[in-house]
């Protein structure tokens, strides 16, 4: 077991995580809300992760994150190879999955509570905070941890732009293919194990947050249609 | 009585129809009465401040919610116009109690806690206060949305079809609880619905709605007594409507042609000459027999029909009967074991009709006038 390939990945993880709760959540609300010119294009170019290889997300974000890039050049940051790299690397390809099932759960929340609240004197703000999002929860938190697990899974674009050094950059995924490399396999097969489980608990826990039958179900049987 | 005013004047282009309506709420129940699809509940929504009318203008009391006609359009939002709303299927928020229900609406106040839990034992729900909306039955889910609309101590109350869903018994109690709630706070209360029977046992005040047009307004007897328009006879589903031109007309009484039969009726508004609506209640035409004539002959006009069918109803049978003129009609029989209960199919009757219950509409006389074709128009 490669300890320090496993905190590296919790680490990337988690602040993997963290871009993915704020800027999923904040597009999944802007999707959900507002007609934007080019929506379709925009949906489009978020899911593009699910279809591409690594390889191109990587060169992507090699592009952007490269010497000429604004990122350098306008606040000197210099991210390739280092670990907040692969952090972005594992948020890009978990982004589509945080937005498509955040955005759902807060299309799938019933206007006429939020227009419930608004007449109860709530600001947009309020609604947001104590109807919608509060209605919209397991949607979000079950984006959120498949978002997560594509993240900590994270091997190709994370090789590319942050590279493959022990200590600083090697996450488990790529200490895996390194063990696997030089035939240490009781290290990989620990290692499998390990990824293996947590990948099974993720999803596990998002089958939990389905909600149970008839739960939120709101009578509909009025006469008028 | 009459100290708040709500006055509302919208108009606004709809899918379907365009919404036009105007008319005035004091302290009082007002009931929008309509068909599904008249624009009820976007009346209510545009009041709410939930949709935005292309044109008019709303105050309650000389505080402006909309006005677009001027150089300054005001738009006041929903949460800032104190405008109480019972949704159609409640709306309650499924993740709060129906004490959080209630309180929502309070939850920056100190005395948040004990206004929840007053509006809770008016409403007979204290017992029920930790449950969730999905563990009440139709009835106490209809009293939480109430509570929770009242809590926010508002002005004017609106109510869509609030008791379309529930059971008679239930929907009797909360009509009474809704008029003393009405009395106690002052409210201005908006109630829509397409029930007529709730209509009339919860309105000060009725307003008959159809294709998004107010057609009449009026205490719910004056309404139900003289319907003002053919239109006003189609919403209030008024049976036994047909068309007869006046052939004369005296201080005493008119002479019509009903399609080739001639019938007397009451002296009433209308015209020589002129093609009138003609409406009979069915509870006022009764089944005679030579010797079972009613006394007074000249106050009736006879009639000969055949049956062509009959319905057994909860209160009375309906039994329908082409006439010599091939209009068919409906007669109430009152009971349900009488000895006319042997009617059957094809039988010739005679039926005695009334002559101060054969009403006439006349279109001049209209009190909203609406021709037939503008309704056809809009349709």
């Not at chain 1, 680490?11 to 809300?33: D, N, Y």
């Not at chain 1, 004197?121 to 609604?127: L, P, Q, R």
């Not at chain 2, 800032?80 to 209630?102: C, S, W």
């Not at chain 2, 309906?318 to 199919?345: F, K």
Request: with cysteine; aromatic share 6%; proline share 5%.
């Amino acid at each position: 077991m490669n300890w320090s390939a496993f905190g590296l990945s919790l680490e990337v993880t988690l602040v993997a995580t963290t871009l993915l709760f704020v800027a999923g959540l904040g597009i999944a609300l802007t999707l959900a809300r507002y007609r934007l010119p080019g929506q379709l294009v925009i949906e489009t170019i978020i899911n593009l992760p699910l279809v591409l290889p690594p390889s191109v997300i990587g060169y992507f974000l090699l592009i952007a994150l490269g010497a000429d890039s604004p990122v350098v050049e306008w606040f000197g940051l210099r991210l390739l190879f280092t670990w907040p790299a692969a952090a972005l690397a594992s948020a890009v390809v978990g982004l589509p999955l945080m937005v498509q099932a955040a955005r759902a759960a807060i299309s799938g929340v019933d206007p006429a509570l939020e227009n419930a609240a608004r007449t109860l004197g709530s600001s947009e703000a309020e609604v947001l905070w104590r109807v919608t999002l509060p209605l919209a929860r397991r949607g979000i938190l079950a984006g959120l941890i498949l978002g997560s697990a594509r993240a900590l899974g994270e091997f190709g674009a994370t090789l590319m732009i942050a590279g493959n050094i022990p200590q600083r950059t090697q996450t488990m995924p790529l200490a895996i293919y390194d063990a696997v490399q030089a035939q240490r396999y009781s290290d990989a097969n620990v290692m499998v194990l390990v990824m293996t489980l947590l990948g099974f608990i993720s999803l596990w826990f998002v089958r939990r947050l389905e909600p149970p039958r008839g739960q939120y179900h709101i009578s509909q049987t009025g006469a008028d249609t | 009585m009459q100290q708040s005013r709500l006055r509302v004047c919208v108009e606004k282009q709809l899918a379907a129809f365009k919404l036009s309506v105007e008319f005035e709420v004091g302290t009082e129940i007002l009931v929008l009465f309509g068909p599904s699809g008249a624009g009820k509940t976007q009346t209510l929504n545009a009041i709410a401040g939930l949709a935005t009318p292309d044109a008019g203008e709303i105050t309650l009391d000389g505080v402006t919610f909309f006005r677009s006609d001027t150089d300054q359009p005001i738009n006041i939002p929903a949460r800032k116009r104190g405008v109480g709303y019972v949704f159609q299927h409640y709306a309650l928020f499924p993740h709060l109690t129906a004490m959080e229900n209630i309180a929502y609406s309070l939850w920056r106040k100190p005395e948040a806690h004990k206004h929840a839990l007053d509006l809770l034992r008016r409403m007979h729900l204290a017992p029920l206060a930790f449950r969730y909306p999905h563990q009440l039955s139709g009835g106490q889910q209809q009293r939480v949305a109430i509570a929770r609309a009242l809590a926010a101590e508002p002005k004017v109350l609106l109510m869509d079809e609030p008791f379309s869903a529930l059971d008679r018994a239930i929907r009797e109690s909360l009509h009474k609880d809704i008029r003393s709630l009405q009395m106690e706070s002052e409210l201005i209360v908006i109630y829509v619905t397409h029930n007529l029977d709730d209509a009339l046992a919860v309105g000060h005040r009725l307003a008959l709605v159809s294709d998004g047009c107010v057609q009449q307004t009026g205490s719910p007897t004056d309404v139900l007594r003289r319907p003002a328009s053919r239109e006003s006879l189609r919403i209030l589903g008024v049976r036994n409507v047909f068309e007869a031109k006046v052939i004369a007309l005296t201080e005493k009484e008119l002479c019509l042609d009903w399609q080739g039969l001639l019938i007397k009726a009451s002296a009433q508004q209308a015209e020589v000459g002129e093609v009138v609506t003609l409406y009979i209640r069915p509870e006022m035409i009764s089944v005679t027999s030579a010797d079972r004539f009613p006394d007074r002959q000249s106050l009736y006009n006879k009639i000969i029909g055949r049956v062509t069918g009959c319905l057994i109803g909860q209160h009375h049978r309906t039994l329908t009967v082409r006439l010599q003129n091939e209009c068919e009609v409906e007669v109430y029989l009152p009971g349900l074991a009488d000895d006319s209960s042997s009617l059957s199919d094809g039988e010739e009757i005679e039926l005695a009709l009334p002559r101060d219950s054969v009403n006439v509409l006349s279109e001049k006389s209209a009190f909203h006038p609406v021709s037939s074709r503008q309704r056809n128009s809009r349709a």
